[in-house]
């Protein structure tokens, strides 16, 4: 990463806007979930120890521009004060009087967290002259800790660091570019690749890009049944693109003609509905008319852990299967151990999307995970081969 990193600035009794990932579920005016907030404790750490006065920003949901309750990042405030063990100051909107005041008090070592900056439509626009109000709460200095909106020209991620002297990486931007970086750029071989969810349409440029890099490609979850489908094979009543068939067909003719490993589903478990209790196991050649594929078979899940064993890089995004339901969450957990496992002996494993994230944490191997993505959108186009707005937008090293 050729980018300045946190690591490289001056902090010392300096004012920092550090933009953050602080959006986090709430339940009854409380933090439910605070994963992404914990992500970010290293950047702030740092920050701290070396005296900076910190100006933390982020978005929550989506205010349409406006203030909502709803969305105030106010819990967001009591729950860092309890992960950092001193008081976090608040500021009840992201610009103007107040958080200029709040700003201006901060002493070495303090902590301020603004309001939503998505209150404002100008954040959304990457307005010009909004980033400059919220350039004038740092002295100068921008550090970008929120992968997970890099992928958005937002005020508070790129039209800031127009207005300010030095923008950098923190320490979690630093780390997914690592991570993500190496798998595209110089990965342990062999490398593959693990994708599910429900569309091709969601993951078309990352399936391009990723049979590029990786030497093989499994998919899994409902977007498995496109390309099944336009193989001819029976599909029920599964989830099939019907306008993405002829891109599914040429992307299995592109892999057969250059020998790459694109692995479908030989078997799955079916359903009449995915609300059903009654369950059967085929093939996919013989997939019932009026059942739908909802996971990946046993033997499918063996030839998958065969190819997650034998990998050195290992990049999943999706479910292998509806496995919010018990009945259909066989598949996309035997890849999770499967990658844990691969990970133990040595390989690097990369997972990204909420659903994959939470497939590891029920399997309960998300630790042995050699790194788990926090940006779902950011980490796909990124896998897509294209540039993130809020990396290009930081200062380069050297100058």
Same mark, same amino acid.
């Given at each position: 990463?050729?980018?300045?990193? !946190? ?5 010392? /009794? ?13 339940? /009854? ?22 005296? %900076? ?11 349409? $521009? ?32 107040? %958080? ?49 909106? %890099? ?68 998919? $899994? ?60 196991? %085929? ?24 190819? !997650? ?21 066989? /598949? ?36 042995? !995970? ?14 897509? /081969? ?14």
């Amino acid at each position: 990463m050729n980018k300045l990193s !946190i690591r490289d600035l001056d902090l010392s /009794g300096k004012r920092v806007f550090i933009r953050v990932d602080f959006n986090v579920p709430l339940d /009854g005016g409380k933090v439910s979930d605070d994963t992404r907030i914990r992500a970010t404790l290293p950047t702030l750490h740092l920050a701290s120890e070396r005296g %900076a006065r910190v100006v933390l920003a982020s978005h929550l949901g989506r205010p349409k $521009g406006k203030p909502d309750p709803k969305y105030s990042l106010r819990p967001v405030a009591a729950r860092l004060e309890e992960l950092l063990g001193k008081p976090v100051a608040f500021a009840a909107d992201c610009v103007g009087t107040q %958080a200029e005041t709040k700003s201006k008090a901060l002493r070495d070592q303090d902590v301020l967290l603004l309001e939503n900056v998505r209150y404002h439509p100008e954040e959304e626009t990457n307005d010009p002259e909004f980033s400059r109000h919220l350039a004038a709460l740092s002295d100068g200095l921008f550090v970008c800790d929120a992968f997970g909106s %890099a992928h958005r020209a937002h005020a508070s991620v790129v039209g800031i660091t127009r207005f300010v002297r030095q923008a950098a990486a923190g320490l979690l931007m630093e780390k997914e570019l690592t991570y993500l970086g190496k798998a595209l750029s110089n990965p342990d071989r062999p490398f593959v690749a693990v994708l599910g969810g429900a569309k091709v349409s969601d993951k078309i440029e990352v399936v391009r890009n990723l049979m590029k890099l990786a030497d093989a490609m499994l998919i $899994g979850g409902a977007m498995a049944y496109t390309f099944l489908e336009s193989e001819g094979k029976p599909t029920g009543k599964s989830l099939v693109e019907r306008d993405k068939l002829e891109l599914a067909a040429s992307l299995l003719r592109d892999a057969e003609s250059r020998k790459f490993r694109f692995r479908l589903p030989v078997d799955h478990v079916l359903a009449e509905s995915p609300d059903s209790t009654v369950t059967k196991t %085929a093939s996919v050649d013989q997939t019932p008319e009026g059942w739908m594929g909802l996971d990946i078979g046993p033997r499918t899940i063996e030839e998958f852990e065969g190819e !997650i064993a034998r990998a050195r890089t290992i990049v999943w995004n999706g479910p292998l299967g509806m496995f919010e339901k018990p009945a259909f969450a066989k /598949g996309t957990l035997a890849v999770a151990r499967a990658v844990a496992r691969a990970t133990k002996k040595g390989a690097t494993s990369i997972i990204g999307g909420g659903d994959s994230v939470a497939a590891v944490e029920q399997a309960g191997v998300a630790s042995e !995970i050699s790194h788990i993505s926090t940006g779902g959108g950011a980490s796909l186009e990124f896998l897509a /081969g294209d540039r993130l707005p809020g990396v290009e937008a930081l200062t380069d090293r050297g100058t």
